[in-house]
């Protein structure tokens, strides 16, 4: 999955957002905003290996400002699930 904010209008923004990983490990990287173009600022990007059983908690206001993505790998083979939970508001 490219880069990219969890930004749909029904999302409680106040929330935190979980992802649970299960199977094959995957590389997952946050990159901030103020880093790509036309911006580029020296902000590293963090990176993290996904884990079977990982759990990757993005409070607030992290996803306001950092985006994030899951690189493709031909070479990761194995399975994987990814169950990710956010609160939805009603209207």
Do not use: C
Request: aromatic share 8%; proline share 8%; no cysteine.
């Amino acid at each position: 999955m490219g880069e990219h904010k969890d930004d749909e209008k029904d999302l409680d923004h106040n929330t935190p957002i979980a992802s649970l990983s299960l199977g094959q490990s995957r590389d997952f990287y946050f990159r901030h905003q103020d880093a790509r173009p036309p911006k580029s600022m020296k902000i590293e990007k963090v990176s993290l290996l996904l884990e079977h059983g990982s759990l990757l908690l993005m409070n607030p206001p992290t996803n306001n400002f950092w985006y994030h993505a899951l690189p493709p790998r031909k070479s990761a083979g194995g399975l994987r699930i990814n169950l990710t939970f956010r609160k939805i508001l009603r209207k």
